[in-house]
């Protein structure tokens, strides 16, 4: 039986970690002047980087931390501080101001490698969230709610860079910021239960809910 509840929680958890709503206007600034064949072969060519990236995380990234030496409890109590200041950047707009400041680093014709697919797509928080959720729900259950998760966020980015010129329009700067930190505030709620799971993992307070 699928567990609704983990599913949900690990959709919203990629939802906000990689915020398609907030890629959109980004994705138009960076495609600007390209024509609509241009910008859906870049839109196509960065969600499916971002898909192999995340994939090769999920593959392997567990592995690589037992090589290093570090459990998934302290990842989990890692990952949660760092989603949590992901989930700040966004409540005071920090996040979008650095995502612009990349972009107009960018001088390359094509930015669907970098900056959107690296680290816009798949950035540290959106890494770290893949290997948290495999790590609260191991086994082929688990891996499938997870994927089956982040695939679906990744179509909803792909749809969002698709027909980003219109929702910009239509939601506006203001629109976009209350979004925005409509969805840093949930981040910060999932960021501090994710530490707070570590932590029990640890034998401090109640197990993992």
Do not use: C
């Amino acid at each position: 039986m699928i567990d609704t509840a983990f599913l949900i929680t690990a959709f919203v958890t990629m939802f906000v970690v990689i915020d398609p709503i907030g890629l959109a206007p980004l994705f138009v600034a960076l495609t600007q002047g390209k024509s609509d064949s241009a910008r859906r072969r870049i839109a196509l060519r960065a969600t499916l980087t971002g898909v192999l990236i995340l994939l090769a995380f999920a593959a392997f990234g567990e592995a690589l931390l037992n090589f290093v030496g570090i459990s998934m409890p302290a990842f989990r109590v890692a990952g949660g501080v760092l989603l949590f200041l992901t989930a700040l950047d966004m409540l005071f707009e920090r996040r979008t101001k650095r995502r612009e400041d990349q972009s107009e680093d960018e001088d390359s014709d094509d930015p669907s490698v970098f900056p959107l697919a690296i680290p816009l797509i798949a950035g540290p928080g959106a890494i770290a969230s893949v290997i948290l959720l495999l790590g609260q729900r191991p086994g082929v259950e688990g891996t499938a709610m997870v994927l089956g998760a982040t695939g679906l966020v990744l179509l909803i980015v792909l749809g969002f860079f698709l027909i980003s010129g219109p929702i910009e329009r239509a939601l506006g700067k203001t629109g976009i910021t209350v979004v925005t930190r409509l969805l840093g505030m949930l981040l910060a709620a999932l960021s501090v239960q994710f530490v707070l799971d570590g932590l029990a993992a640890f034998g401090f307070g109640p197990g993992p809910g």
